[in-house]
C-alpha cells in the first residue's frame, strides 16, 4: 500500500477559518495549497492574530531582520514556517540551515516543533512560541510548634 500524504494546507496547519499569510512564495507556490478549508483569510498587512505565517528565504540577514516582526504578527497559538531552500542552492555563502533557523528562533523566544518537505526544493520549519515551564512549587514552611 502506497504512503498517503496528507494535503499541504493540513500539513501545514491550515484549518477552517484560519487567518495565513504568505511571504516571498516561489512562482506557483499559493496554488499548491488548494483546495484550502472553508473560511481561510489570507491576510498581507495583518500587525497580529495570525494563525499559519509562511516566510520564504534564502537569506540569512533577512531572517534575522524580519523574524522579530513576525513573531509579533503571530497568534499566541499559531506558527511561523521558516520555508528555506535545499540541495546546489543551499551551498550558497549565506544560504540558510535548519540549525541556523534554529538558533534565530531562540533569540526571540521561539523553539521549531515540527519540519515539512514543501516540494522538491523547499523544506520548512514550523517555529511556535517557547512553552512556559509551570513554576515549581515551593515547599511549604514549617512552624515552630509553641510546645517546643
Not at 60 to 75: D, F, T
Not at 86 to 112: M, P, T
Amino acid at each position: 500500500m502506497p504512503y498517503l500524504l496528507a494535503p499541504l494546507p493540513s500539513m501545514l496547519g491550515i484549518r477552517q477559518g484560519s487567518k495565513v499569510c504568505v511571504i516571498n512564495p516561489p512562482k506557483g507556490f499559493v496554488q499548491k495549497l488548494n483546495p484550502l478549508p472553508d473560511g481561510v483569510e489570507f491576510l498581507i498587512t495583518a500587525r497580529t492574530g495570525l494563525d499559519v505565517i509562511l516566510f520564504f528565504t534564502e537569506d540569512k540577514l533577512e531572517l534575522v531582520e524580519r523574524l522579530p516582526a513576525l513573531a509579533r504578527a503571530m497568534a499566541v497559538t499559531g506558527g511561523i514556517w521558516i520555508c528555506w531552500p535545499q540541495g546546489a542552492d543551499a551551498a550558497k555563502r549565506n544560504a540558510l540551515s535548519e540549525e541556523f533557523i534554529r538558533l534565530a528562533a531562540l533569540e526571540v523566544g521561539l523553539v521549531d516543533n515540527k519540519l515539512c518537505t514543501l516540494d522538491e526544493l523547499w523544506s520548512a520549519l514550523r517555529l511556535v512560541w517557547r512553552p512556559h515551564r509551570p513554576r515549581p512549587e515551593r515547599p511549604a514552611r514549617k512552624r515552630a510548634s509553641a510546645e517546643a
